[in-house]
């Protein structure tokens, strides 16, 4: 007898069933009771009742770990428990079991649904014992990894049905709750209008009964959700991929790509539209010069959810010695003025064109009469670039010297340098007025463009142009004078773009 201090002194061991595997398993009280009666029963002499909350799939249990110890120590030599699968589903710990009983120190193991006996045979029957807890475990999740697959490529998706539709354990698919089905597809519906926000279909759920399971309104996400959710159509996501489903739809997908549009409109106002300021730094006060500047102010509309943001502009009163009264005007009255204003110096086409053509035909000329120097100078060019290759052949035929050619080298690339400056300087005086002339009037034509179009920020730029520090804003009114080249063009009528008498052509001038 190897140990007679810890003989027939035994260790219950049981383990709380929280495995899934585990789900057939006696609750740990059940287990309790048949191990205390069976201990009555064969007359063992527990010395300790052990309760692991562990799962026995990897090595580390505490418990286990300190009851091994103790049978090292001798403290006793059996374990009680209700199957080996209750010591161990792992093969460390199986192994550690073998290897005590090996060693003579665990001479004794009952089990409520096992039977052993520390023979080669029993050892061998339960290594297999052990070893089978092993391989179910593998293979549970193996086949549960498999099976799940082989679900999801049939079609079926492999988890809790979403709302509208239920888990039909009876033909074990997925099916349409008729009630749940009719209130999805009205959300669908509602929020395509583009009318309802997420909380307003969160309050109609409500209103039909779907709740969380705290009995609230469901909150903006899970709304979301919902209205994202793909199986509605018939698709599903598993895993981030997309797979074909067999359950029935609820909704068209062209339904469903409807509502996303929604909400892909709907995502970026949410996040407040920055409305910037596009006018700011271009208007004076007209009553006491002093800059205007912009301030954005939100309406709510009562009972709608629907909010606007508006910028104002105002002078900044910042003159001492002047009280100024100036009003508060919206920014689209400024816009509307000064697109008027960028209309009244905008070219009439016709002209417009006349004049491009005119400078085409200015530019043709001016290269014409330039072209007889040039030419000359070109030509200057060509034989000192022959001379150039001339001199270096004779210093390497050695008919000249080094220094000699050294200095005429010199000589002659100087002399290119002056020409090539001469030429390109030449054209571009005379061609110099030519591009900002070109620049202008194309400016000139598109002034009306700019005015009819929506881009504020195309609008302030031209304004600067035209206007420089010029503009002004008072009573509401914008008012400017336009500078430069562009004067001419508000001072006369008949060059702009606004035909009074619609069907009349202007005058020929
Ligand atoms: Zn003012």
Not at 360 to 383: A, G, I, M, R, Y
Not at 400 to 420: A, G
Request: proline share 4%; hydrophobic share 35%; glycine share 6%.
């Amino acid at each position: 007898m190897p140990n007679l201090i810890g003989l027939n002194k035994f260790f219950l061991y049981s383990r709380k069933s929280i495995d899934v595997e585990d789900k057939q398993v006696l609750s740990i009280e059940a287990q309790l009771v048949e191990l205390r009666e069976l201990a009555k029963r064969e007359g063992l002499n527990i010395v300790e009742e052990l309760i692991e909350k562990q799962s026995a799939k990897v090595p580390g249990r505490p418990i286990f770990n300190g009851m091994i110890e103790k049978i090292e120590k001798g403290e006793a030599s059996g374990i009680l428990a209700w199957h080996p699968d209750r010591l161990a589903r792992n093969s460390v710990d199986g192994g550690r079991i073998i290897y005590l009983i090996d060693r003579g120190m665990l001479s004794a193991l009952k089990f409520n649904t096992f039977w052993f006996e520390p023979t080669p045979q029993g050892k061998f029957m339960l290594s297999i014992a052990f070893g089978q807890s092993k391989y179910y475990v593998d293979s549970l999740s193996e086949n549960t990894k498999r099976g799940l697959r082989q679900k999801v490529r049939r079609g079926e998706y492999p988890s809790k049905a979403p709302i509208g539709y239920i888990n039909d354990s009876r033909v074990k698919s997925i099916v349409i709750n008729k009630k749940e089905s009719l209130i999805i597809k009205k959300v669908f519906e509602l929020y395509s209008r583009g009318i309802y926000t997420l909380v307003d279909i969160s309050n109609f759920l409500a209103q039909k009964g779907i709740l969380t399971k705290g009995k609230l309104n469901f909150p903006k996400d899970r709304v979301k959700r919902i209205l994202k959710n793909p199986f509605y159509y018939g698709n599903f996501n598993y895993n981030g991929e997309l797979f074909e489903g067999r359950h029935e739809p609820i909704i068209s997908k062209k339904l469903f790509d409807q509502v996303a549009e929604v909400m892909k409109k709907r995502g970026r106002p949410q996040v407040k539209p920055k409305v910037e300021k596009p006018f700011l730094g271009l208007l004076r006060c007209g009553e006491c010069g002093m800059m205007v500047t912009g301030e954005n102010q939100t309406k709510y509309y009562k009972g709608t959810n629907r909010e606007v943001t508006y910028c104002y502009y105002h002078c900044t009163k910042k003159n001492k010695l002047k009280k100024c009264f100036q009003p508060y005007i919206r920014e689209d009255k400024v816009e509307s003025q000064l697109s008027s204003l960028l209309t009244k110096v905008s070219l009439r086409k016709d002209w417009a064109n006349q004049m491009l053509e005119k400078l085409d035909k200015e530019e043709s000329d001016l290269s014409q009469s330039s072209n007889d120097f040039v030419k000359t100078k070109e030509t200057e060019l060509t034989e000192i670039k022959i001379k150039l290759q001339f001199v270096l052949d004779s210093f390497l035929d050695q008919v000249i010297d080094r220094e000699s050619y050294l200095t005429k080298k010199e000589e002659l690339l100087s002399k290119k340098k002056s020409i090539e400056e001469l030429i390109s300087g030449f054209n571009k005086n005379r061609f110099s007025w030519l591009e900002p002339m070109r620049e202008w009037i194309n400016e000139a034509k598109d002034c009306d463009k700019v005015a009819t179009d929506s881009d504020k920020q195309a609008k302030k730029a031209l304004a600067l142009k035209i206007f420089g520090s010029n503009l002004y804003l008072e009573n509401k009114k914008v008012r400017g004078e336009a500078q430069n080249q562009w004067s001419a063009l508000g001072a006369d009528p008949t060059a702009r773009t606004w035909v009074r008498g619609r069907g009349f052509e202007p005058p020929c001038r």
